[in-house]
T-cell receptor, first 114, second 114 residues
Framework: ETGVTQSPTHLIKTRGQQVTLRCSSQ?????VSWYQQALGQGPQFIFQ???????GRGNFPPRFSGLQFPNYSSELNVNALELDDSALYLC?????????????FGPGTRLTVT | DQQVKQNSPSLSVQEGRISILNCDYT??????FLWYKKYPAEGPTFLIS?????DKNEDGRFTVFLNKSAKHLSLHIVPSQPGDSAVYFC?????????????FGTGTRLKVLA
């Protein structure tokens, strides 16, 4: 059973550019969530995807968008990057069942916007 | 508006003693609460959870207590071990009409002294 993997590990982009981050879910999981974690803060929920549809969203603008593929892997896209987008981006997978909320996190992608 | 608060940024405990990590929340609609542990350069790891309809859940050395009237939960670690040294996040989930939202606290850094 493979865990959650994310790519790339680190990324440096310039303000105004676009970025795509990738996540492979843990085997057997059908739900993926994305989080942004700024330094010294807790993870902030961006959105969740279940069966390729957005299934919940936090307080992030529309320039943050996502995709989930039939194999349950996922992408996070951020357009028009701003300096404040610099953060650790975490992906978490889970199996959406009644009464089960456990999420399994990947190691994250560190994005730096200059 | 920080709906989940961890007011103690850090905590030091002697090995073998009890560690108590606290978390307060404001939204009475949260239906599930979770604790995660995070080591440097790794994603958060799920520890233990509790449904809003329960007041206690125990798993080995870890026990979570929920006081709904006070909107407070706590994680007890007994006995504390040096390997427990990490950042601990409290999280709450909100399910509305089949969509989900997750709110994390800012974390408490636990240091267990040998």
């Amino acid at each position: 059973e493979t865990g959650v993997t994310q790519s790339p590990t680190h990324l440096i982009k310039t303000r105004g550019q676009q970025v795509t981050l990738r996540c492979s879910s843990q085997s057997g999981h059908n739900t993926v969530s994305w989080y942004q974690q700024a330094l010294g803060q807790g993870p902030q929920f961006i959105f969740q995807y279940y069966r390729e549809e957005e299934n919940g969203r936090g307080n992030f603008p529309p320039r943050f968008s996502g995709l989930q593929f039939p194999n349950y892997s996922s992408e996070l896209n951020v357009n028009a990057l701003e300096l404040d987008d610099s953060a650790l981006y975490l992906c978490a997978s889970s199996l959406q069942l009644a009464g089960s909320y456990e999420q399994y996190f990947g190691p994250g992608t560190r994005l730096t916007v200059t | 508006d920080q709906q989940v608060k961890q007011n103690s940024p850090s905590l030091s405990v002697q090995e073998g003693r009890i560690s108590i990590l606290n978390c307060d929340y404001t939204n009475s609609m949260f239906d599930y609460f979770l604790w995660y542990k995070k080591y440097p350069a790794e994603g958060p790891t799920f520890l233990i959870s509790i449904s809003s309809i329960k007041d206690k859940n125990e798993d080995g050395r870890f026990t979570v207590f929920l006081n709904k009237s006070a909107k407070h939960l706590s994680l007890h670690i007994v006995p504390s071990q040096p390997g427990d040294s990490a950042v601990y996040f409290c999280a709450a989930s909100l399910a509305l009409s089949g969509t989900y939202k997750y709110i994390f606290g800012t974390g408490t850094r636990l240091k267990v002294l040998a």
